[in-house]
T-cell receptor, first 112, second 110 residues
Framework: DGGITQSPKYLFRKEGQNVTLSCEQNLNHDAMYWYRQDPGQGLRLIYY???????QKGDIAEGYSVSREKKESFPLTVTSAQKNPTAFYLC???????????FGPGTRLTVL | QKEVEQDPGPLSVPEGAIVSLNCTYS??????FMWYRQYSRKGPELLMYTYSSGNKEDGRFTAQVDKSSKYISLFIRDSQPSDSATYLCAMYRGGGKLIFGQGTELSVKP
């Protein structure tokens, strides 16, 4: 089955720790995206990548980092510099910039 | 002022009702308008994708775009309990980046 997988589904982190969220797609899409969703705020773009080995900051990139070493993988690291990391994180991919974005099931991160 | 405004609801309707969900936007350069449906604790899924002003119909769903008023709507006819979800409008701005509304939480009561 083609699709996007995110792991883990739930993640708990202590303050001051870095944590990496996994996103994998087998849709052969070039573009991949990371969003953050908070209650009542819709989705906000953290980082996006249009091609392997290239990525750009979105609207709220501070405290986050990404890599795109393989076409199918786009991991997101939430660093200790992120002031309020508790949120629902969604990964998406698309054929290219202006086509439909397909979303993964999300990772809920809670900082204890 | 937010670039995209969407009434967060929640909106509660009886089964069979017609539902109207709306978004306004401020930038006339926005194009490619979309509606996503998101069930609780799941990723969003695309419902409708339109480009030009006018109506697009798909089963019980109709998407309407009025570029002159910077206003988009999603209508759901004969609403069902399975339609209970959060509905997000989205549109592309420059650089291929999607911008989302806040989402409207809909509950359809049997």
């Amino acid at each position: 089955d083609g699709g996007i997988t995110q792991s883990p589904k739930y993640l708990f982190r202590k303050e001051g720790q870095n944590v990496t969220l996994s996103c994998e797609q087998n849709l052969n899409h070039d573009a991949m995206y990371w969003y953050r969703q908070d209650p009542g705020q819709g989705l906000r773009l953290i980082y996006y990548s249009q091609i392997v080995n290239d990525f750009q900051k979105g609207d709220i990139a501070e405290g986050y980092s990404v890599s795109r070493e393989k076409k199918e993988s786009f991991p997101l690291t939430v660093t200790s510099a992120q002031k309020n990391p508790t949120a629902f994180y969604l990964c998406a991919s698309s054929v290219d910039n202006y086509n439909e974005q397909f979303f993964g099931p999300g990772t809920r991160l809670t900082v204890l | 002022q937010k670039e995209v405004e969407q009434d967060p609801g929640p909106l509660s309707v009886p089964e069979g009702a017609i539902v109207s969900l709306n978004c306004t936007y401020s930038n006339s350069a926005f194009q490619y308008f979309m509606w996503y449906r998101q069930y609780s604790r799941k990723g969003p899924e695309l419902l409708m994708y339109t480009y030009s002003s006018g109506n697009k119909e798909d089963g019980r769903f109709t998407a309407q775009v009025d570029k002159s008023s910077k206003y988009i709507s999603l209508f759901i006819r004969d609403s069902q309990p399975s339609d209970s979800a959060t509905y997000l409008c989205a549109m592309y701005r420059g650089g291929g980046k999607l911008i989302f509304g806040q989402g409207t939480e809909l509950s359809v009561k049997p």
